[in-house]
C-alpha cells in the first residue's frame, strides 16, 4: 500500500501564496500519475492538477493554469502544489490521490488518497 499525507495548508491573505506538500511512502509503486484535488463544502472533489511522474508531463484546471504549479521532488518522494495570487475562492480542503494515469486535470482511476489539508484564504 501506499500512504499518502498532505501538508502546507494555513490561513493567508488574498494575493498570497502557498506550497502544500503530499509525501508519499509505502510500495515503490503506484505513482504512475499523482493529482491534486479540491473540495468546498457540501460539494464533491474536483481536480486541479495532475502529473506523470515517468515523463513529468502536467495539466491544469482552466482556472489554475498561470497560478498553481505541481511539481516533483523526487529527493524527498513527494508531490508540491504551489498556488500564487490566492483568492478567496482557492479556500477548499485540498488533497492528493495517485492513480494509473492523468486524465487531464485528474488522477483517473484513484487508488489512494490522503486526508487533506485546509487552504483558507481571507482578510
Known amino acids: 500500500q501506499l500512504q499518502l499525507v498532505e501538508s502546507g495548508g494555513a490561513l493567508v491573505q488574498p494575493g498570497g501564496s502557498l506550497k502544500l506538500s503530499c509525501s508519499i511512502s509505502?510500495?515503490?509503486?503506484?505513482?504512475?500519475?499523482i493529482g491534486w484535488f479540491r473540495q468546498a463544502p457540501g460539494k464533491g472533489r474536483e481536480g486541479v492538477a495532475c502529473?506523470?511522474?515517468?515523463?513529468?508531463?502536467?495539466y491544469y484546471e482552466n482556472s489554475a493554469k498561470g497560478r498553481f504549479t505541481i511539481s516533483r521532488d523526487n529527493t524527498k518522494r513527494a508531490v508540491n502544489l504551489e498556488i500564487h495570487n490566492q483568492t478567496p475562492e482557492d479556500t477548499d480542503v485540498y488533497y492528493c490521490?495517485?492513480?494509473?494515469?492523468?486524465?487531464?486535470?485528474?488522477?483517473?482511476?484513484?487508488?489512494?488518497w490522503g486526508r487533506g489539508t485546509q487552504v483558507t484564504v481571507s482578510e
Open positions: 490521490a495517485t492513480g494509473p494515469e492523468c486524465r487531464g486535470r485528474t488522477v483517473a482511476g484513484q487508488d489512494y
Open positions: 509505502g510500495f515503490t509503486s503506484g505513482e504512475d500519475a
Open positions: 502529473i506523470e511522474t515517468s515523463n513529468g508531463t502536467t
